[in-house]
């Protein structure tokens, strides 16, 4: 798993995205990041449906944490990557 402060990096912009459920999970909200390295981490957060009694009505909360996406070319600006994001549906958070 990617750690967003590692070997002394910072974050430099942070999208997100809901995406539709599918068979077990409720919402799902998809996160990408762009660190000053120039990698690009991703997470997922989800909410399960509940199977079973005793879990809360709500369904269960689960978040996969962040993983490496890629990289982006070292001439890329922030605003030129969250343009090119905010065309398939993220925001900046």
Same mark, same amino acid.
Not at 23 to 28: E, K, L, N, T
């Given at each position: 798993m990617a750690r967003l402060k590692s070997r002394g990096r910072t974050e430099l912009v942070r999208l997100v995205r809901e995406l539709p459920g599918d068979?077990? &999970?409720?919402? /799902?909200k998809r996160f990408i990041a762009l660190m000053s390295d120039r990698v690009i981490l991703k997470k997922d957060k989800v909410r399960f449906k509940p199977n079973a009694s005793w #879990?809360?009505?709500?369904? /269960?909360?689960?978040d996969w944490g962040w993983k490496v996406f890629g990289k982006a070319k070292a001439?890329? =600006?922030v605003d030129s990557f969250t343009a090119l994001f905010e065309k398939s549906?993220? =925001? &900046? #958070?």
């Open positions: 068979d077990g &999970v409720f919402w /799902r #879990e809360s009505a709500n369904g /269960r909360l689960h001439d890329t =600006s549906g993220y =925001s &900046v #958070e």
